[in-house]
């Protein structure tokens, strides 16, 4: 029995991974309603806004002006952009097939840096990576 679990171990451990063995978010994605696909970017804007805000208290005081700085132009990229443009970026990249493994949260930060002027070349080669090992 030990010898059995030991090989099955090793199969598993010498398996290569490809991106296709990841999770399918665009498939996830694509089976929200819009609703929840709106709470989702929503929330997540806001979680990010607070954990910014929240990580400041970290520096010292005087790298606190500055980080204080920087939180505030996150918080105005991803809390003032207008959601529902979000989700409908969302939805353009996760209708793309080869971005079925990337995670919405890369996939929200390209839908922002693409609302904020971003060219799709750029997008595409920071995605290249990320439909390679899932992330």
Avoid at 20 to 25: E, G, P, R
Avoid at 80 to 95: G, L, P, S
Avoid at 111 to 126: C, D, P, R, W
Wanted: proline content about 2%; some cysteine; glycine content about 8%.
């Amino acid at each position: 029995m030990k010898n059995l679990a030991l090989a099955i171990l090793l199969l598993f451990a010498t398996s290569p991974v490809s991106a296709a063995d990841y999770a399918n978010y665009g498939a996830v994605w694509n089976s929200m309603s819009h609703e929840s696909k709106i709470a989702f970017v929503d929330g997540f804007g806001a979680g990010y806004g607070l954990g910014c805000v929240n990580s400041v208290g970290t520096f010292e005081k005087a790298k606190l002006n500055a980080a204080l700085s920087e939180c505030s132009k996150i918080i105005d990229i991803k809390l003032t952009k207008d959601v529902e443009n979000i989700v409908i970026m969302m939805d353009y990249y996760y209708r793309k097939p080869e971005n079925r493994v990337v995670s919405a949260i890369t996939i929200y930060q390209y839908a922002i840096a693409k609302l904020s002027g971003k060219s799709e070349a750029v997008i595409e080669n920071g995605l290249a990576p990320a439909r390679k090992r899932g992330w």
